[in-house]
């Protein structure tokens, strides 16, 4: 398994923007698939984005169209580009890695959408 690094979070206006940003220290970054998820308080933690290999993106239904989630494998980091946020965006955000030896977390980052 691999380690998980993610970064960027913080307190955001609504309708303002963040971007996540996740670094794995592994040698499968390239083969893995790579998640990003949230858990908002009181709630279960909920898939956000992810994206294969070859670069296929899928979204949740609440986030479509606002957040992006793209790949550096050079640099071994994901991003979710995160905009027009909401306060129900509020949560604390984790990445998770997909490969042939299993699932590995980050430790996550909090996000606060709050005026």
């Known amino acids: 398994q691999e380690q998980l690094v993610e970064s960027g979070g913080g307190l955001v206006q609504p309708g303002g923007s963040l971007r996540l940003a996740c670094v794995a220290s592994g040698s499968a970054f390239a083969i893995s698939t790579m998640s990003w998820y949230r858990r908002p308080p009181e709630k279960q933690r909920e898939l956000v984005a992810t994206?294969?290999?070859?670069?296929?993106?899928n979204y949740a239904a609440s986030v479509e169209g606002r957040f992006t989630i793209s790949r550096d494998n050079t640099e071994r980091t994901v991003y979710l580009q995160m905009n027009s946020l909401k306060p129900e965006d509020t949560a604390v955000y984790f990445c998770?890695?997909?490969?042939?030896?299993?699932?590995?977390w980050g430790q996550g980052t909090q996000v606060t959408v709050s005026s």
């Open positions: 994206i294969g290999q070859s670069g296929n993106t």
């Open positions: 998770k890695s997909s490969n042939w030896r299993g699932d590995s």
